[in-house]
Antibody, heavy 121, light 107 residues
């Protein structure tokens, strides 16, 4: 059974940093691209960014709203994906979901339960 | 960036009736469209990918259709557990984008 478990959320002041983790199980983590998607309170879904598998270079792509502030990385030996968030803004307040891409196309076949990040002074 | 527009924003339907949800893309996304269901306090769940292929374990009452810029999600006979928010997502172009969602509520 595929499981994705996010951790690391919490309350942080504007301008500070936070790192989220996504621990995966139930599939060969290193074979798949992984993504982060967020949802502000009462709002819709916003794609944040993703990291390709090592077979495709392990490169990353980001939404314009977070580019230059957020960094996604992965540790395939531990089956963990990370989201490093720097220079946080109040508008980054959201539930952050880790999501697994299907093997063939870039839709999300599994999601974690999410972790809440609140950016406030 | 491709803009995905869902309609209506809220749809009120009685249990047992059919629900039809629409999603329009600002430019063609071919058949690279997925639908997700989200219940309060839960993560989204994949329903449909490739515009019309049901994901594993999704009941046959859910069906998707369309290609290019116009897409439809149909739920043939609503069950109580189907009342939720539904999102479409295009994955044809970067960045991937979602519609704003349609809330399906009990009439």
């Amino acid at each position: 059974e595929v499981q994705l478990v996010e951790s690391g959320g919490g309350l942080v002041q504007p301008g500070r940093s936070l790192r989220l983790s996504c621990t995966a199980s139930g599939f060969t983590f290193g074979d798949y691209a992984m993504s982060w998607v967020r949802q502000a309170p009462g709002k819709g879904l916003e794609w944040v960014g993703f990291i390709r598998s090592k077979a495709y270079g392990g490169t990353t792509e980001y939404a314009a709203s977070v580019k230059g502030r957020f960094t996604i990385s992965r540790d395939d030996s531990k089956s963990i994906a990370y989201l490093q968030m720097n220079s946080l803004k109040t508008e980054d307040t959201a539930v952050y979901y880790c999501a697994k891409y299907s093997g063939s196309y870039y839709y999300f076949d599994y999601w974690g339960q999410g972790t809440l990040v609140t950016v406030s002074s | 960036e491709i803009v995905m527009t869902q309609s209506p924003a809220t749809l009120s339907v009685s249990p047992g009736e059919r629900a039809t949800l629409s999603c329009r893309a600002s430019q063609s996304v071919s058949s690279n469209l997925a639908w997700y269901q989200q219940k309060p306090g839960q993560a989204p769940r994949l329903l449909i990918y490739g515009a019309s292929t049901r994901a594993t374990g999704i009941p046959a009452r859910f069906s998707g259709s369309g290609s290019g810029t116009e897409f439809t999600l149909t739920i043939s006979s609503l069950q109580s557990e189907d009342f939720a928010v539904y999102y479409c997502q295009q994955y044809n172009n970067w960045p991937q984008t979602f519609g704003q969602g349609t809330k399906l509520e009990i009439k």
